[in-house]
């Protein structure tokens, strides 16, 4: 157990529509990452916060968007969702510091029908 | 922009060594994780390296060569359980963000 935890386990929706992801880091951890994995590709990065506030972005679509809550846990947006945005999110967490590793959730598998 | 390649698939028997070998490009650096994940399982930290060198953890080991961007992960005594993919991923000088690797899939036969 890596101490993150991640909710919905699954989620399954249609197209068009807009769900929302919940991650809550390991007790002490002050960052948050957010992770994209489709099926046979590798960990894609989406975004990162750090006590609240945006600190990277990668390959994030505009129709994501993600915030982290004073109480530090963080929600990742999806909307308008198409066929390709399938996959399993992941959420991480660290304490910010260079040379501490991130932590991941057990991820979401999101499903659009 | 960064890059990063590993092999996509490797094979090895129950008992044996398998090396898994990740060459990176980045700009700047702060380090170099291997994660392992189980198929449709979140990803686990394995090893960490930021000097030159190898580290060891158990049947595990990692070694990083900065000059070449080369690093290594050594899996010794190979257990069934040990069927997995393996990450390489990459802290660039700015900010804590890691750059992952497509990933090598081990699969450990009897």
């Known amino acids: 157990d890596s101490g993150v935890t991640q909710t919905p386990k699954h989620l399954i929706t249609a197209t068009g529509q807009r769900v929302t992801l919940r991650c809550s880091p390991r007790s002490g951890d002050l960052s948050v990452y957010w992770y994209q994995q489709s099926l046979d590709q590798g960990l894609q990065f989406l975004i990162q916060y750090y006590n609240g506030e945006e600190r990277a972005k990668g390959n994030i679509l505009e129709r994501f968007s993600a915030q982290q809550f004073p109480d530090l846990h963080s929600e990742l947006n999806l909307s308008s969702l198409e066929l390709g945005d399938s996959a399993l999110y992941f959420c991480?967490?660290?304490?910010?510091?260079?040379?501490?590793?991130?932590?991941f959730g057990d991820g979401t598998r999101l499903s659009i029908l | 922009g960064q890059n990063i390649d590993q092999p996509t698939e490797m094979t090895a028997t129950e008992g044996a060594i398998v090396q898994i070998n990740c060459t990176y490009q980045?700009?700047?650096?702060?380090?170099l994780f291997w994660y392992q994940q189980h198929a449709g399982e979140a990803p686990t930290f394995l090893s960490y390296n930021v000097l030159d060198g190898l580290e060891e953890k158990g049947r595990f080991s990692s070694f990083l060569s900065r000059s070449k961007g080369y690093s290594y992960l050594l899996l010794k005594e190979l257990q069934m359980k040990d069927s997995a993919s393996y990450l390489c991923?990459?802290?660039?000088?700015?900010?804590?963000?890691?750059?992952f690797g497509g990933g090598t899939r081990v699969l450990v036969k009897p």
């Open positions: 991923a990459v802290k660039a000088a700015a900010g804590n963000k890691l750059t």
């Open positions: 980045t700009s700047g650096f702060n380090g």
């Open positions: 991480a967490s660290s304490t910010g510091t260079v040379h501490q590793p991130q932590h």
